[in-house]
């Protein structure tokens, strides 16, 4: 019950950002649904006990190999198929205690809290670039096949 | 002689123009640069240069008679994804032979004039459900659903109302993250929500810059250090800006 939950409030809140992000209709389901896989992904490794840092570099890691995908089948710019996806891994609530535990003077807790934020952020990036990666080399690849040729 | 300059000058505009539509509506710095260099090359010229931050493009065609350069400046941003994808289909038209230059001039022209949105209701709803979503997504019980939907929408229309009054971006997000910590007490402390971190974190969330987070790392890795750089900080003023409205709540409850 809990995961169709998930699932369905997923889907719907990757749909509504690209609605405030004014991508174009036809690409709002698409959305939801590269949102819906990268959560149900984070979601999934997280329940089952894998660390937070390792579940958002591979949930980042297939919300931009979907987005590229998507982007090349329906010949559209990426960002509008990554963006909403990557929304939900921002660690919004790590930030928050953190900056809760800096406003109590309770320092060791915050720095403690902003640095795991940090690390969060950057395995968000650490996905988005080596999907980025293995795209080039793909490219790079199949180009030189084709002038070889 | 004369019809050459003229028409060099042409490909100059649209390229520029096709650029600023894009940059100002948020697309990736690389998606810029690459976009301009297409239809420079789609139109014969093809030793062009560029150089693109977020606050202004150069662009400078070289031929055989002496190179010319323009410049433009972005002064306002926002995000609306449809016409990045507009202006990116323009400029395959163009590169497949499709769309002269004149009337590609002309259909950049219109869209950069253009305002088809959706309606200013249609996106507070869409904030709105987000946010209760995301509150569920974050743990959240569904007691609380209904106080996120309330607190973001607030936030999501406070911060649209705050940036018509003042025009300092950072500001209204303050303001507008302010509106929604205390509309979570409000609710808390009515009895009407339960989970005050829960409900502020769901609501937040249509605030958080995401779109720049991710323009700020693939424009790193794609070698603009200038505009990824200037991208983060935007991104990391406004997670400031989000951070001390909702710490002003906190700190005095």
Redesign the interface.
Known sequence: MAII??VI??F??SA?????????KS?LIKGGFVGMCG?MIY?CMEASGVDPVVSTVTASFFIAVISQVFAKMY???V??F??AG???L?P??L???A??N???NDYNSAINLAARAFMI?GS??VG??FS?VINQIIRHSTLTRRQKQ | MENQSSYTYDVIQVCLLAGKVMLQNGGETYRVEDTMTRIADACGATNSNSYVTPTGIFFSLEGPEPSKTQLIRISERTTDLDKVTKVNSISRRISSGDLSIQNAHIELDRLDKMTERYTFSKQLIAAAIASGCFLIMFQGSWNDFVPAVLAGGGGFFSVNFFNRLVPIKFFSEFLASFVIGLLAVFFVSTGLGEQLDKIIIGSVMPLVPGLLITNAVRDLMAGHLISGLSKGAEAFLTAFAIGAGIAIVVSFL
């Open positions: 939950a998930q409030t997923s719907i809140a509504a950002f690209g609605l405030m992000f004014n991508a174009p690409s959560w979601y010949r559209t710019p960002i509008i990554s963006v990557i929304i939900p921002v919004g609530g930030a928050y205690d900056m809760r800096f406003v109590q952020s968000i990036a988005l670039v980025e």
